[in-house]
């Protein structure tokens, strides 16, 4: 691993977000006119103050993965990877360059989302602002290392495009948003206790509504890191110098 | 510590299976070094899969591969290989000097070096162009150059010429030679039988065996043709009368 060679790969791939402006502003802009949707759709604040949480967590999460996916299995199947191989760069190199460059535009994307939910749409925090983003960041990360790895299953881009739901909407259904996770079968509530988005929604909710972040919080944080920290792992495990 | 007067590259009975058919046969052969060394063949008859084992990206299922005096693939080989496949691995939504920099930063060549290999491959003009918009034979000088950078003792090139006008070929081949001179293995292939006379040396390939490794001079006399196309022939009618 090499600190230089990391930063040259998070450079390189935001310049390549650069070239693509219309990518770029779908990303940043999204999350936010959906925020207004519920907004209006929702007309009237206490209940937009419960789900406004919850998209805050999903958006980040799933624009990450979709996009990280795409652009990973681009570079398996442009051969940029190949080469990328056969230099000296570490396969963490690769994926915390992906995941630095991804991270820091999912800091504006959310940065828009929570400065509009705030302002106009009246969002209320009876604590301070930071819990709220590291929990949004977090999810960005994980969004990132799950793409990563996913995209290691797919080889064309429509494949790619069928994770996003296998790995979205169970967690969504499953992660506390419709039904408390305590009202569901046992079963299902196990299942529920292994997906990492369950720990996020509850963190963010805690991020939200508590004055003061306590020891549930930082649980849910530590578990959200670790689940990224795994994910980013295994999708290192599913970088191969060597292919048949 | 290696000797200099040690082949390049030195492979052993090497075999490599792709999709359960075997399509390397148990090559054997020594490419020399500081020269520009032709793997020549059709279409198909292993000459890419031939290349990514000499680079250490090709699972082979057995026999060896020494590279500069490591085994193929050893991680002290990936800043002395330079390699450019044959659909160009560049980025396309990045312009050109933007790809060579890059590349330049993972390989820690240094810093004008990205101008250098630009102007060696005459790609200077469309350093500022986005990859997308390059031809396919800009695209492909473009692959070349990031293989150039960092001046690797061995250069390893897959089709570097295809769809170039004779004009540039002509200026590839003789940046080739220069780079030979100055101690720089190369080993390039081509399906283009009259490329074959530009190199010293050729390792002539079909359906994953070799069919000739020696000099083309030697390759016309033994084969008593002038033509090397014709050369080619020769050496399959030889082999299935074999």
Same mark, same amino acid.
């Given at each position: 691993m090499s600190v230089a060679i990391t930063l040259a790969t998070a450079r390189r791939i935001m310049?390549q977000l650069? =070239?693509?402006?219309?990518?770029?502003?779908?990303m940043?802009?999204?999350?936010?006119?959906?925020?207004?949707?519920?907004?209006?759709?929702?007309?009237?604040?206490?209940?937009?103050?419960?789900?406004? $949480?919850?998209?805050?967590c999903v958006f980040p999460f799933l624009v990450m993965f979709l996009i990280t996916s795409i652009a990973t299995l681009r570079e398996r199947?442009?051969?940029t990877l190949e080469?990328l191989m056969?230099m000296p760069l570490g396969r963490l190199d690769l994926l915390l360059g992906y995941g630095l460059a991804f991270g820091l535009a999912a800091c +504006?994307q959310v940065?828009?989302?929570?400065?509009?939910?705030?302002?106009?749409?009246?969002?209320?925090?009876?604590?301070?602002?930071?819990?709220?983003v590291l929990v949004a960041l977090l999810n960005a990360l994980l969004g990132t290392a799950l793409g990563l790895l996913c995209s290691a299953f797919a080889?064309? !881009?429509?494949?790619a495009v069928?994770f996003m739901?296998i790995v979205m909407?169970p967690q969504?259904?499953?992660?506390?948003?419709?039904?408390?996770?305590?009202?569901? +079968?046992?079963?299902?509530?196990?299942?529920?206790?292994v997906l990492p988005m369950s720990y996020a929604i509850?963190a963010?909710? =805690?991020?939200?509504?508590?004055?003061?972040?306590?020891?549930?919080?930082w649980r849910d944080v530590v578990v959200v890191a670790g689940s990224a920290v795994l994910a980013l792992l295994l999708g290192a495990a599913t970088l191969r110098r060597?292919t048949? | 510590?290696?000797?200099?007067?040690?082949?390049?590259?030195?492979?052993?009975?090497?075999?490599?299976?792709?999709?359960?058919?075997?399509?390397? =046969?148990?090559?054997?052969?020594?490419? #020399?070094?500081?020269?520009?060394?032709?793997?020549?063949?059709?279409?198909?008859?292993? &000459?890419?899969?031939?290349?990514?084992?000499?680079?250490?990206?090709?699972?082979?299922?057995?026999?060896?591969?020494?590279?500069?005096?490591? $085994?193929?693939?050893?991680a002290?080989?990936?800043?002395?290989?330079?390699?450019?496949?044959?659909?160009?691995?560049?980025?396309?939504?990045?312009?050109?000097? !933007?790809?060579?920099?890059y590349?330049?930063?993972v390989?820690?060549?240094? &810093?004008?070096?990205?101008?250098?290999?630009?102007?060696?491959?005459?790609?200077?003009?469309?350093?500022?162009?986005?990859?997308?918009?390059?031809?396919?034979?800009?695209?492909?000088?473009?692959?070349? +150059?990031? +293989?150039?950078?960092?001046? #690797?003792?061995?250069?390893?090139?897959?089709?570097?010429?295809?769809?170039?006008? $004779?004009?540039?070929?002509?200026?590839?081949?003789?940046?080739?030679?220069?780079?030979? !001179?100055?101690?720089?293995?190369?080993?390039?292939?081509?399906?283009?039988?009259?490329?074959?006379?530009?190199?010293?040396?050729?390792?002539?390939?079909?359906?994953?065996?070799?069919?000739?490794? !020696?000099? #083309?001079?030697?390759?016309?006399? =033994?084969?008593?043709?002038?033509?090397?196309?014709?050369?080619?022939?020769?050496?399959?009618?030889?082999?299935?009368?074999?």
């Open positions: 310049t650069r =070239h693509d402006r219309r990518t770029v502003a779908l940043v802009l999204v999350p936010t006119l959906v925020m207004i949707l519920l907004y209006y759709v929702m007309d009237d604040e206490r209940s937009f103050g419960r789900w406004a $949480p919850i998209l805050l199947t442009s051969g080469r056969a +504006a940065a828009l989302a929570l400065a509009v939910s705030l302002t106009w749409l009246g969002l209320d925090l009876p604590g301070p602002l930071w819990p709220l080889r064309t !881009e429509f494949q069928q739901p909407i969504i259904l499953l992660g506390g948003i419709l039904v408390p996770r305590g009202q569901m +079968a046992t079963v299902l509530e196990w299942i529920s206790d509850e963010m909710a =805690h991020a939200v509504a508590d004055a003061d972040p306590g020891g549930e919080f060597r048949s | 510590m290696m000797n200099l007067s040690d082949p390049a590259i030195a492979v052993r009975d090497l075999r490599v299976v792709r999709g359960g058919a075997e399509v390397l =046969h148990g090559l054997t052969f020594e490419v #020399p070094r500081g020269q520009v060394t032709g793997l020549l063949g059709p279409s198909g008859c292993g &000459k890419t899969t031939l290349m990514r084992a000499i680079v250490g990206v090709q699972i082979v299922s057995g026999g060896e591969a020494r590279v500069l005096g490591e $085994p193929a693939g050893s002290g080989l990936r800043r002395r290989i330079g390699y450019s496949t044959q659909s160009p691995a560049v980025y396309r939504d990045l312009t050109v000097l !933007e790809n060579l920099r590349f330049a930063a390989l820690g060549a240094p &810093k004008d070096d990205p101008e250098r290999v630009l102007a060696e491959v005459g790609l200077a003009g469309a350093a500022r162009q986005l990859g997308s918009t390059l031809s396919g034979g800009q695209l492909g000088r473009a692959g070349l +150059a990031v +293989a150039l950078l960092g001046r #690797p003792e061995l250069l390893v090139l897959d089709e570097p010429t295809v769809g170039l006008d $004779p004009v540039l070929r002509q200026e590839l081949w003789t940046l080739f030679h220069r780079l030979a !001179e100055g101690g720089t293995t190369i080993l390039v292939s081509s399906h283009v039988m009259d490329e074959a006379a530009r190199c010293e040396r050729l390792i002539v390939l079909r359906q994953g065996e070799i069919l000739a490794d !020696e000099t #083309p001079g030697a390759l016309r006399a =033994h084969t008593g043709t002038a033509d090397l196309e014709e050369a080619f022939l020769r050496l399959i009618e030889e082999r299935a009368a074999a």
